[in-house]
């Protein structure tokens, strides 16, 4: 008998500000991966988020198709999940503008990332960076999104994001689904092999970041340099051995093994042994990825192919959000324009 039981719906999205990094990848897609099958699944090209810092336009162009291509590379496809580049689905935009007017600013003042990003770009503290969460926040409540998976630093934006949608419900009924964010057992934050009490970012310095693009040689290279401490133990402590800590939580990403394990497995062998060890799992499972990522990007005619239709089903099924929430709020009815 054909299941006609509807699928729970996960939705997630990375800018496109540069390469995807091994945080994004361990972070964030790895995870979507490991619900595809169990979710309707509909990932983004988040490329309205990245104009809130200063990029060359052709360089963000390009990095969105590479972001495809990586992500269609990295299992997810395109046969069962949608996506999509956000800038060509224009209900993003309109959402977010009714949302504005439903967050307040003191909340959007208190979120990390906007103090984090001002900080990082004093000369260059737009709006759009301070609203950042409500655009994301449209873009979960537009597709009815059940569960967002995320690393650790999107979790206060996906919370922000339900207070959003609590808001708009408590005057409106209930017109959104409240969203909760998923977050990787192992490999929520992945952080910086050079300066490991830093969050691994795209946008951080090149020793320190691992992106999905390196070479074998340089990633082995990477690891050859993580900042580790002189305690010479493979033991877990995030706390008072941060780099260690780090290694061994992508050791764990990519193996499956728990920290005890890998304890065992170094025990009475120097730090050179398990970077070396650390680098070459890191190797094998990148490695398929950029091979197959760099074959689709030789084919831009697909990958416009599989945005294009990811973009109608994700325009179709965020309309009828948009037609909802304007109707709620007392627009006119929009005519039909072609
Ligand atoms: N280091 C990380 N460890 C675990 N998860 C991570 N994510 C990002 N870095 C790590 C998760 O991957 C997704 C990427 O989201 P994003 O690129 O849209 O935002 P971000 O978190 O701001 O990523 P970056 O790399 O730090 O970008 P820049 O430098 O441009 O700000 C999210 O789910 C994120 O949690």
């Not at 299992?75 to 689905?89: A, N």
């Not at 693009?213 to 401490?229: L, P, Q």
Request: net charge neutral; aromatic share 10%; hydrophobic share 40%.
């Amino acid at each position: 008998m054909e299941n006609t039981e509807k699928k729970l719906i996960q939705f997630s999205g990375i800018k496109p500000t540069g390469a995807l990094t091994l945080g994004s990848y361990l972070g964030a897609i790895k995870n979507w991966k490991s619900m595809v099958e169990e979710y309707e699944s509909i990932f983004c090209v988040v490329d309205m988020h990245s104009i809130t810092i200063r990029l060359n336009p052709a360089e963000l162009r390009s990095n969105a198709i590479e972001q495809l291509a990586y992500y269609i590379a990295a299992g997810l496809d395109p046969e069962k999940c949608t996506l999509f580049i956000q800038s060509h689905v224009a209900a993003h935009a309109e959402l977010a503008w009714v949302l504005n007017c439903y967050t307040m600013f003191g909340e959007l003042s208190r979120m990390t990332q906007f103090k984090d990003k001002s900080a990082k770009h004093a000369d260059n503290i737009n709006a759009g960076l301070f609203t950042y969460p409500v655009l994301m926040a449209a873009d979960i409540l537009l597709y009815n999104t059940d569960i967002v998976p995320v690393g650790e630093d999107q979790k206060q934006h996906v919370e922000i994001c339900r207070d959003i949608a609590t808001r708009f419900n408590n005057i409106y009924g209930e017109v959104f689904k409240l969203p909760t964010p998923v977050l990787p057992k192992v490999g929520a934050r992945i952080m910086s092999l050079s300066e490991p009490d830093k969050k691994m970012s795209k946008s951080d310095d090149e020793t320190g970041c691992i992106i999905l693009k390196d070479s074998d040689d340089v990633i082995m290279r990477k690891f050859k340099r993580a900042v580790t401490d002189s305690d010479m133990c493979v033991r877990y402590d995030p706390v008072e051995k941060k780099g260690i800590a780090n290694l061994m939580s992508i050791y764990s990403s990519f193996s499956g093994k728990s920290f005890d394990e890998i304890t065992r497995e170094f025990e009475g062998q120097g730090y050179g042994t398990f970077k070396a060890a650390v680098g070459e799992l890191t190797c094998d499972a990148i490695r398929p990825i950029r091979e197959e990522a760099n074959r689709l990007l030789k084919d831009k005619a697909y990958l416009e192919e599989i945005y294009s239709a990811g973009a109608a089903k994700a325009a179709r099924m965020a309309s009828r959000m948009v037609d909802k929430v304007y109707k709620k709020v007392g627009f006119v009815k929009k005519p039909r324009l072609f």
